[in-house]
């Protein structure tokens, strides 16, 4: 069955919240070591990251987390286009040119824009929506993210062609307990490949990210959440924080000063130590083959959300299984489809995946 169109269900015009995934072509190395030639391409993997960093500082989209692996990449990312809406016109035209510069230093850094290159943007409304329209959009993120990866991998490998193997694939999240499994699901991609035992351990994660920061707290005065929307924190500052909070992170009134990420708004109902905890028992479980028992602490965090606490692993192992066209509960997908009318959501082979897995 093909794929659906993404534009049957990504809209950036939405707030959406969307796992991505791209995956090299050719048998390419994006990262690690080429068992082949022996070649390490391992510097790649921060490449990604201070790509991701810079996007997130100007696109009007929430990285919720992600993963660098060998041969591919996973992102969970939110748009925003209410904090896009928030923006000047001319904060718009110069975010626009950091992205596309009209000229760059020898560096390759860009060039501080001059005031005809905004007007040209700003002076003409039709340009003005179409590029406000793409700071929102997902599609575009991945695109600056994969063109940019690929023109240097491809002038380090002395090659032309395709680096990525065609587009990438993208999941809508369409509820808190599949947005769990997800998050999940991407920050132990490592532990599950065997490249690490722990999520502390797992270099190039948002998990990690996080863990470094926690190990770096210097005052423990300030709650975890509002430590997280702080501006002190050095490797996942970028990245949204984890625990949301709706009556102070109203839509609208979340829109990040720092300029490192698009905006405060956390992702999940449950405290950002509680997450990581629930993270690292997972991550052992799974590898060790296991599965345990869940503390019994850690268990009312999965019952909130109507997640069978006994099947939590499966979940997690099963989510990436296979790419699904959308996932959610049955019941939040059947209302998504009604809103969109889209019945093709509920199309035979189109696989569910519920929230007690």
């Known amino acids: 069955m093909p794929r659906l169109a993404r534009g049957e269900y990504l809209n950036p015009g939405e707030i959406q919240i969307v796992h991505a995934c791209q995956r090299c072509v050719r048998r390419a190395f994006l990262c690690g070591t080429d068992e082949q030639t022996g070649k390490s391409f391992e510097h790649r993997r921060e490449w990604i990251r201070q790509r991701l960093e810079f996007l997130a500082s100007v696109f009007g989209i929430d990285c919720l987390t992600y ?14 286009p209410d904090v896009v809406a928030a923006w000047s ?6 975010r626009w040119l950091r992205l596309f510069p009209k000229q760059r230093k020898k560096n390759g850094d860009p ?17 003005l929506t179409e590029v406000r329209g793409r700071l929102s959009d997902i599609s575009w993120w991945m695109r600056c993210t994969a063109e940019n990866i690929a023109r240097r991998s491809n002038k380090e490998d002395e090659c032309r062609g395709h680096f990525w193997e065609g587009r990438y694939k993208a999941q809508p999240i369409l509820d808190e307990a599949s947005l769990l499994a997800c998050a999940a699901y991407v920050d132990l991609n490592p532990v599950r490949a065997a490249m690490a035992t722990t999520p502390e351990s797992s270099r190039f994660t948002g998990a990690k990210d996080r863990i470094d920061d926690l190990k770096e707290r210097k005052s423990t005065a300030a709650s975890t959440s509002s430590w997280e929307r702080s501006q002190r924190r050095q490797h996942s500052g970028w990245m949204s924080p984890v625990e949301i909070h709706e009556a102070s992170d109203p839509i609208g009134a979340d829109v990040n000063s720092s300029g490192r ?11 950002l130590p509680r997450y990581l905890e629930l993270l690292d028992w997972t991550g052992r479980a799974l590898r060790t083959g296991k599965r345990g028992r869940i503390p019994a602490h850690l268990k009312p965090i999965l019952e909130r959300l109507g997640i069978d606490s006994a099947s939590w692993c499966e979940v997690v192992e099963t989510f990436g299984r296979v790419f699904m ?5 049955t019941s939040t997908l059947a209302a998504e489809a009604d809103r969109r009318n889209q019945s093709r959501l509920h199309a035979p082979g189109a696989r569910l995946l519920s929230a007690t897995g």
């Open 111 to 127: 060039v501080e824009p001059e005031e005809a290159d905004i007007n040209a943007i700003t002076k003409n409304k039709e340009r």
């Open 261 to 271: 990420r698009a905006s405060d708004k956390g992702f999940l109902a449950l405290p």
């Open 325 to 329: 066209r959308a996932v959610g509960t």
């Open 67 to 80: 993963t660098v692996m060998s041969n591919h990449i996973h992102l969970i990312l939110r748009s925003r």
């Open 89 to 94: 016109d001319d904060d718009v035209a110069r």
